[in-house]
């Protein structure tokens, strides 16, 4: 700010601020001394008056006479600044006032000095009067020196302290403010003598800045002002030199600027085409994505598809071979694409993450459950252990989770020759709503260099690129899975040394959910005493610790012999086993034995449930009494054991899927798409799980099928020629937005996998999606979601499972029938005999249709029969039913041998019947 104050000001401020800051301070100081002189007089003055009041009053405060006190308080109104005057009783009862009312508060306490409490307009004393100022008064009382005869109020009035000092104020301030005065016409002489030749200078310093020049500064008369007089001219003259020298330059300079922002605009101009460009691309590429998506999973899902149906049919072994090639193939290609589609849209921002709730142990052993084959192929052992203080319930994205996963274990698997896999999940830090969970995938595999593990997380690259390396793969997986995690807001790495192994882990912060009921003990096996037996220790581990969450009492034994030798003792000893859980494999020990000793084991009362790697169930199948209940694959789930053994403690407990077949009609579904191949695949999986299907391949005769009624659902392809999928959709809901009735259930089959695919789809109208390519299942699941009605056929596996030679089979099976009727005797013995009762009439019904050459009867009567057989124990005659209903179906010649089957099914068991009876 003081550079903004000319050289005038500055002389006066240098004048006046020192004089000023002198006069105030030493002025302050004064007033301020008087003024503490002043108010301690007051207060000497107004303890003074207190004390000489207090022996005036004591004769009067001890008899209590109130007209005495009032003289007295009147007569001290009289001395200098008192304001009232109060006498109070011992007990501070007023006794005589004299004044107006106090302006301030009692002082607090009961000193035997005087109090006092000071406002801003007066002072307000209170004094005690004892016995002993009766002697100042001559009115002595013995023995009442310290009595407290009552209290003396007084008020002392600020006012006239004030004025006085207010008196004192004003002088001072009158005698600075006459010296400032005079300081300040010196300061001006003294300024205007050196202002003037200032603001001369100043002036011609103008004109020369305006461009004049030729200005010139005159002589001053002193030595100081003249050699800057001096220098100005001198300068005014190199300025003007200066100054042609200088247009000259911006002459030039100004040529040279015209032509580099002709070049700049052009450079502009290339960058925004190249801008437009690159958008473009990138427009382009997202298309291309979307329908190179569409072009290729549609073949796909015709491959796939048709394998899967052929798969059903009667094959030689090398041609189910052939076909199981073609399968592995297709699932590869497809998990290429899918890499590749996820790659590309975390790379353009369009991934959105779910955020639901899930169950971190079932998501972690689902993984585990469906990569087991492809570990337990390579004799490898898979194991999951989730740490118990680990929190399960939380809030996600479980599928891209479960994908993160599948990849780390998927390449555990792939890069480990022998040993073990583990699957860790372990809290590292909680708080009242989210927990910092690690995972963690360790094998025994090749392990990784350093040089492998800079490059592992880049985009299409692998630990191993040479041209000998085994393990295949896009190099993308592991990218997807650090952008996925990323995405998450956690972090991925991996800590390895090669020749020993690797551990891939994630860290991840999730909300927590609320607690699942399913995770609680089960009652039935609460306090249940059960053993384990497991060769592999960090399975045993797992294992013991699964059984314990379900509230188990457990043994753990390291071999089978030993746990025969404790059952027995057990036994003996009055406290047998419940259960036993059994975790071999065909290496150490045979299925022969295996039966052997499982039999020995359940003759001491103790259930016994066997865990044998997948590619092993075959083998075990056979050893095992009960291989339905008591038989499952490694690694073992959580949830799916703890049913298992519950069924095998309360078998009359058990739930059984409602028997297929029921007298519930098909639903009746229009298929439409352009490609045959896919038209024809969804009709035939439709067909063959009991559906009534019409199909058609343009959008057109999609909207007059709807039209016409009569349907339960309509599965839309999305891109079709002339009318899409989309604008068939719209059209439809606009015709039935001028009919009554609910509207059809409309769903999308698309091979599309972009981000936004699903919200367009649904805004145009339709009510769910399938992404091809498709399966049975999903589409028995989709029909039973929007039409209620449930397939016919749902979940079996055609010819492929049908017996040759059902005469292998039990006729009458009565602990099936039991088991099928939830365990109601009566209720299966008369599911027997309704069946037993129709047999005939089928029977009739099936040979007149082949004598007619009815092959729409024949279908009928056979499928009448088979669901009249899936209610009751008859294991021959529903594999004859089903092996005829199949055939028929597909036309096959081998129909006919497959009815005199069917016919001597229904002999048997007629004539077993009545020799039971």
Same mark, same amino acid.
């Given at each position: 700010m003081l550079k903004k104050l000319g050289i005038k000001t500055r002389v006066l401020l240098l004048a006046l601020i020192p004089a000023t800051c002198m006069a105030l301070i030493l002025g302050g100081y004064f007033t301020w001394m008087q003024q503490s002189d002043l108010q301690r007089q007051l207060l000497q003055r107004g303890d003074m008056i207190s004390e000489q009041l207090a022996p005036l009053a004591a004769p009067a405060l001890a008899a209590k006479d109130r007209e005495r006190l009032e003289r007295i308080a009147a007569q001290s109104l009289e001395l200098t600044d008192v304001r009232s005057v109060t006498f109070l009783g011992a007990d501070r009862t007023l006794l005589a006032h004299a004044g107006p009312m106090m302006l301030n508060a009692v002082p607090i306490g009961n000193s035997t000095h005087s109090l006092q409490r000071s406002g801003?307009?007066?002072?307000?004393? =209170?004094?005690?009067?004892?016995?002993?100022?009766?002697?100042?008064?001559?009115?002595?009382?013995?023995?009442?020196?310290?009595?407290?005869?009552?209290?003396?109020?007084?008020?002392?009035?600020?006012?006239?302290?004030?004025?006085?000092?207010?008196?004192?104020?004003?002088?001072?301030?009158?005698?600075?403010?006459?010296? =400032?005065? @005079?300081?300040?016409?010196?300061?001006?002489?003294?300024?205007?003598?050196?202002?003037?030749?200032?603001?001369?200078?100043?002036?011609?310093?103008?004109? @020369?800045?305006?461009?004049?020049?030729?200005?010139?500064?005159?002589?001053?008369?002193?030595?100081?002002?003249?050699?800057?007089?001096?220098?100005?001219?001198?300068?005014?003259?190199?300025?003007?030199?200066?100054?042609?020298?200088?247009?000259?330059?911006?002459?030039?300079?100004?040529?040279?600027?015209?032509?580099?922002?002709?070049?700049?605009?052009?450079?502009?101009?290339?960058?925004?085409?190249?801008?437009?460009?690159? #958008?473009?691309?990138?427009?382009?590429?997202?298309?291309?994505?979307?329908?190179?998506?569409?072009?290729?999973?549609?073949?796909?899902?015709?491959?796939?598809?048709?394998?899967?149906?052929?798969?059903?049919?009667?094959?030689?072994?090398?041609?189910?071979?052939?076909?199981?090639?073609?399968?592995?193939?297709?699932?590869?290609?497809?998990?290429?694409?899918?890499?590749?589609?996820?790659?590309?849209?975390?790379?353009?921002?369009?991934?959105?993450?779910?955020?639901?709730?899930?169950?971190?142990?079932?998501?972690?052993?689902?993984?585990?459950?469906?990569?087991?084959?492809?570990?337990?192929?390579?004799?490898?052992?898979?194991?999951?252990?989730?740490?118990?203080?680990?929190?399960?319930?939380?809030?996600?994205?479980?599928?891209?989770?479960?994908? @993160?996963?599948?990849?780390?274990?998927?390449?555990?698997?792939?890069?480990?020759?022998?040993?073990?896999?583990?699957?860790?999940?372990?809290?590292?830090?909680?708080?009242?709503?989210?927990?910092? =969970?690690?995972?963690?995938?360790?094998?025994?595999?090749?392990? =990784?260099?350093?040089?492998?593990?800079?490059?592992?997380?880049?985009?299409?690259?692998q630990a191993d690129n040479s041209l000998s390396r085994q393990p295949g793969g896009t190099g993308l997986g592991l990218v997807i899975s650090k952008r996925l995690v990323e995405q998450m807001g956690g972090e991925i790495g991996v800590d390895s040394t090669p020749g020993?192994?690797?551990?891939?882990?994630?860290?991840?912060?999730?909300?927590?959910?609320?607690?699942?009921?399913?995770?609680?003990?089960?009652?039935?096996?609460?306090?249940?005493? @059960?053993?384990?037996?497991?060769?592999?220790? #960090?399975?045993?581990?797992?294992?013991?610790?699964?059984?314990?969450?379900?509230?188990?009492?457990?043994?753990?034994?390291?071999?089978?012999?030993?746990?025969?030798?404790?059952?027995?003792?057990?036994?003996?000893?009055?406290?047998?086993?419940?259960?036993?859980?059994?975790?071999?494999?065909?290496?150490?020990?045979?299925?022969?034995?295996?039966?052997?000793?499982?039999?020995?084991i359940e003759q001491s009362g103790?259930?016994?449930?066997?865990?044998?790697?997948?590619?092993?169930?075959?083998?075990?199948?056979?050893?095992?009494?009960?291989a339905d209940r008591q038989l499952q694959a490694k690694p073992s789930c959580t949830r799916r054991l703890r049913r298992a053994l519950a069924d095998l403690i309360n078998p009359k407990q058990l739930r059984y899927e409602s028997p297929e077949g029921s007298g519930e009609r098909a639903p009746r579904v229009l298929c439409v798409d352009d490609n045959p191949a896919n038209l024809l695949l969804v009709q035939t999986l439709l067909e063959d799980l009991g559906a009534e299907v019409r199909a058609v391949d343009k959008g057109a005769a999609a909207i007059k099928a709807v039209q016409e009624g009569g349907l339960d659902l309509v599965l839309m392809d999305v891109q079709m020629p002339e009318m899409d999928g989309r604008e068939t959709t719209e059209r439809i809901r606009l015709w039935e937005s001028a009919q009554t009735g609910a509207a059809l259930p409309i769903v999308a089959l698309t091979a599309h996998a972009m981000a936004n695919e699903k919200r367009a789809l649904l805004q145009s109208g339709m009510d769910d999606y399938l992404t091809k390519p498709i399966s049975e299942r999903q589409l028995a699941q989709v029909v039973l979601k929007w039409t209620g009605l449930a397939l016919s056929a749902q979940g079996l596996d055609k010819t492929a499972d049908l017996p040759l030679e059902s005469n292998t089979l039990q006729v009458l099976d009565a602990a099936e029938g039991l088991r099928l009727a939830a365990g109601k005797a009566d209720l299966a013995a008369d599911m027997l005999a309704m069946l037993l009762a129709s047999l005939q009439a089928d029977r009739e019904a099936i040979q007149l249709a082949r004598i007619n050459a009815d092959q729409n009867a024949m279908i009928e009567r056979v499928h009448r029969l088979h669901g009249a057989t899936r209610y009751c124990g008859v294991p021959q005659l529903r594999a004859a039913c089903l092996r005829s209903e199949t055939l028929l179906k597909q036309n096959d010649p081998a129909a006919l041998a497959a009815l005199n089957e069917l016919d001597d099914a229904i002999t048997r068991l007629e004539e077993q019947a009545r020799a039971m009876a």
């Open positions: 801003f307009d007066a002072t307000r004393y =209170l004094m005690p009067v004892f016995g002993r100022h009766r002697d100042l008064a001559s009115d002595e009382v013995p023995g009442e020196v310290d009595h407290l005869l009552g209290w003396v109020e007084l008020e002392l009035s600020h006012d006239g302290t004030l004025l006085r000092g207010y008196r004192s104020l004003f002088a001072s301030l009158l005698l600075i403010l006459t010296g =400032l005065s @005079i300081t300040a016409l010196l300061a001006a002489h003294m300024s205007r003598s050196i202002s003037a030749p200032i603001r001369q200078i100043k002036d011609t310093v103008t004109q @020369i800045k305006d461009g004049n020049l030729e200005s010139r500064v005159p002589a001053m008369g002193s030595h100081e002002m003249d050699a800057l007089a001096a220098g100005i001219n001198r300068m005014a003259e190199t300025l003007q030199d200066a100054q042609e020298e200088l247009q000259h330059s911006i002459d030039q300079a100004t040529e040279d600027v015209r032509q580099n922002l002709e070049t700049i605009e052009i450079q502009n101009i290339e960058l925004d085409l190249a801008r437009k460009e690159a #958008l473009e691309a990138s427009r382009i590429k997202s298309e291309f994505l979307a329908n190179m998506s569409h072009e290729i999973r549609t073949p796909l899902n015709g491959i796939l598809g048709f394998t899967h149906l052929l798969q059903k049919s009667e094959l030689t072994p090398r041609q189910l071979d052939y076909l199981g090639t073609i399968e592995k193939s297709a699932d590869s290609l497809l998990g290429i694409i899918n890499e590749i589609l996820d790659f590309s849209k975390i790379e353009a921002g369009k991934l959105v993450l779910d955020n639901i709730p899930f169950n971190l142990r079932d998501l972690l052993q689902d993984t585990l459950t469906i990569l087991a084959p492809a570990a337990h192929a390579k004799q490898l052992e898979l194991v999951s252990l989730v740490y118990r203080d680990t929190p399960l319930s939380l809030v996600g994205d479980p599928l891209r989770l479960k994908q @993160i996963l599948t990849n780390l274990v998927s390449n555990a698997i792939k890069f480990t020759r022998e040993g073990t896999i583990v699957a860790r999940a372990m809290m590292e830090d909680e708080n009242e709503d989210s927990v910092q =969970l690690r995972i963690s995938v360790q094998d025994t595999g090749i392990g =990784l260099s350093g040089q492998d593990v800079r490059a592992l997380f880049q985009a299409f690259s020993e192994g690797s551990e891939f882990w994630i860290s991840l912060n999730l909300p927590k959910a609320r607690d699942d009921a399913e995770d609680l003990p089960s009652a039935p096996l609460l306090g249940r005493r @059960i053993a384990i037996v497991d060769g592999h220790e #960090l399975a045993r581990q797992a294992l013991q610790h699964q059984l314990e969450d379900c509230g188990l009492d457990v043994t753990d034994f390291k071999s089978l012999d030993k746990l025969v030798l404790a059952t027995h003792a057990a036994r003996q000893a009055g406290q047998p086993l419940d259960l036993a859980v059994l975790g071999i494999t065909a290496h150490e020990i045979s299925p022969e034995r295996l039966g052997v000793q499982i039999r020995e103790c259930q016994v449930l066997v865990l044998c790697p997948t590619t092993e169930q075959a083998l075990f199948h056979a050893a095992v009494p009960n």
